[in-house]
């Protein structure tokens, strides 16, 4: 058959039955590639572009024949439902390839369908579409989390409320609790997460951090190679943490922190707002030109997995592996409580159904629920192996044969991550972040690698709360993982000082000081003959190097603070060690402290060595 008889085939067809035809072509389509995991990239890019491919056409169609539709019976709504699909579609590719102009491209097709209400009308007579509503509104929720567009989430955040509140008003037969379970938990994830927590960002910022190009090179013979983070897997498992969807607080914070923060600064939200005609040809270039900058590399690849299995845990661990570079590190961060390992079933522990998680589950996540992991059991803190260790000042249990938790306490061995279980990947270069009361046992690793010896980062076995009578998890998430992220923010956090309290200039001036001493702590390290050339090895790449001058601040400070000196299981640890020059015993590591603690008028918060003094000048202390 000749092209001019296809064309004049196509042509006798109305134009509505082309468009319902190309419609079922691309959900067909859809419904394959949502159920992908996320972590093995590589293999799906196809399936993407193909699937891509067809809402292409089937968005440029509807433009093009907009009016005969509508004059057939579509419904804007109908229009907004391929808008989410495409932004869904962006928003699942930036999960595989941690590329941010995937997500600037969500964003644009998510503030469209928001600016043109496609979903808003008829939505209070009808029950299905206030739902479709619900799950644009959650969904462009965590886009704009992600690209830390703080102005839209709390705008968001209020049509969310609203929109609720209308709903169980109007369809008083329907069950809308799940809903304000969501409501819930992004309130609960925002008052966590405050302005305070973001003055700076949590991404790597040219404008705030240095070049990857001028960090200090460490002499050859000890940096026998220079790796980079490839990639990374991030993950939690605590009980009532702070989340949204499936997105915790410790896990959004990593996450961000393994991104260039777009122009090396803040993103600004000077986008121009889409044409009313259905056009975001225009728009999409402005947006992609405010995010992207040419000359950052690209971001590590991360996978984040919300309370996985251990065997879809191993799973991940195994393809990303098999996926990393040559000249690739892997970065692994768990935060979960720690077990015995031979715990027995709790009495008395209740069973939680989360159901938010499935509501706007859609191409936000892929974790694979078994083993318990839909269906979640959890202990009170007196069911814990060893209740009488807690303690006022913080969490700290006693383990012999450790794990992390990561699922039902009742079900042995199935749920529980040991350091055997991590062994088998040291074939590959790993940096690992380990949060939890259990965190020691993971020294193990030293030692028994398989070929590449790994770095690791330890938390405290006790965790200092930082509010009284509550713990610092359910209010900030893990003290750790904020030292690690917003060193600074951490600092103020030990010593009470919130948003309200500080002075602006102040913190200013501390950060530029803390700036300038982590700085100093990496020339240090690079400039060491001690060095042990598994750190030396990663020095190079800006965000591991960050990871590990931050934590050298971390365990400094918990070093020297009146209620946890001298104590060690309330001090993070390292393997291997690092060399003495950054120790919290010498001159230069206490001066740091004692200068950040007298521009907050703490001095006296701290114990410093008698050799350490108070410069004669400045502002007094205050007694906190």
């Known amino acids: 058959m000749s092209h001019q008889q ?28 949502r159920d992908l995991p996320y972590y093995e990239r590589n293999r799906y890019d196809t399936y993407f572009y193909k699937v891509f491919k067809v809402y292409t056409q089937l968005w440029k169609f509807q433009q093009e024949n907009r009016q005969k539709l509508v004059e057939a019976g579509l419904k804007r709504w109908e229009i907004g439902e391929i808008a989410s699909r495409i932004a869904q579609l962006y928003y699942g590719q930036y999960m595989r390839t941690s590329e941010v102009n995937y997500l600037s491209e969500a964003f644009i097709f998510y503030e469209a369908i928001l600016t043109r209400e496609y979903f808003k ?25 992600v690209l830390n567009r703080r102005e839209m989430v709390h705008q968001l955040v209020s049509q969310l409320k609203m929109l609720v509140d209308e709903c169980k008003r109007t369809f008083q037969d329907t069950d809308f609790k799940e809903w304000k379970l969501v409501v819930q938990e992004i309130v609960r994830f925002l008052k966590a997460d405050t302005v305070f927590m973001n003055i700076r960002p949590l991404r790597y910022s040219l404008v705030l951090d240095p070049h990857p190009d001028v960090l200090p090179h460490v002499a050859a013979p000890v940096a026998r190679k220079n790796l980079r983070l490839r990639d990374a897997v991030l993950s939690s498992y605590h009980h009532n943490e702070i989340k949204f969807s499936e997105l915790t607080l410790d896990t959004f914070r990593m996450l961000q922190c393994l ?62 592996c098999e996926e990393l570079p040559p000249d690739g590190v892997l970065l ?123 770095a690791l980062l330890l938390s405290p076995s006790c965790s200092y709360r930082i509010c009284a009578g509550d713990s610092s998890r359910h209010s900030i998430g893990s003290l750790f993982t904020v030292f690690l992220t917003a060193p600074l923010q951490a600092f103020c956090l030990l010593l009470g000082i919130s948003g309200s309290d500080v002075e602006m200039e102040t913190y200013k001036n501390a950060e530029s000081l803390l700036s300038s001493s982590l700085n100093d702590w990496g020339l240090s390290l690079a400039t060491s003959d001690n060095l042990d050339p598994v750190w030396a ?50 001159t230069a590591s206490q001066t740091v402290v004692l200068q950040l603690a007298k521009l907050f008028r703490a001095t006296k918060r701290f114990t410093f060595t008698e050799a350490i003094s108070l410069p004669d000048h400045g502002n007094s202390d205050m007694e906190s």
């Open 6 to 33: 296809i064309n004049s085939n196509s042509s006798n067809i109305p134009v509505s039955e082309r468009y319902w035809t190309l419609v079922d072509k691309a959900d067909k389509k859809f419904s394959k590639i």
């Open 121 to 145: 009308e008829g939505s209070c007579q009808d029950a299905n579409l206030a739902n479709k509503q619900l799950r644009f509104l959650a969904r462009f929720l965590m886009v704009c989390l």
């Open 259 to 320: 991104e260039w923060e777009p122009s090396g600064s803040f993103y600004q939200s000077s986008v121009g707002k889409s044409g009313q005609n259905g056009a975001l040809g225009s728009s999409r270039v402005n947006h992609s030109q405010d995010i992207s900058d040419p000359t950052l590399p690209p971001n590590p690849r991360k996978a984040v997995l919300y309370r996985p299995s251990l065997t879809h845990f191993i799973a991940v661990l195994a393809t990303i």
């Open 332 to 454: 692994i961060y768990l935060s979960a409580s720690g077990a015995s390992g031979h715990a027995s079933s709790p009495s008395g522990s209740g069973t939680f159904i989360n159901t938010t998680e499935n509501i706007i589950r859609d191409f936000q996540s892929h974790t694979i629920h078994s083993d318990g992991t839909s269906t979640s059991s959890f202990s009170s803190p007196s069911d814990s192996p060893n209740p009488s260790a807690s303690q006022n000042k913080g969490d700290c249990i006693s383990y012999h044969n450790g794990c992390l938790q990561f699922g039902n306490r009742g079900s042995g061995g199935l749920n529980c991550i040991y350091p055997s279980d991590l062994i088998p990947f040291t074939r590959r270069p790993l940096f690992i972040i380990i949060e939890s009361e259990a965190s020691e046992v993971f020294k193990a690793i030293s030692g028994a690698e398989k070929g590449e010896r790994a």
């Open 537 to 586: 090895q990663i020095l190079r790449d800006p965000f591991l190097r960050r990871f590990l001058l931050r934590f050298i601040f971390c365990r400094v400070v918990l070093t020297l603070f009146v209620q946890t000196y001298n104590k060690k299981e309330f001090q993070p640890d390292c393997m291997p060690a690092l060399p003495e020059s950054v120790s919290p015993t010498t």
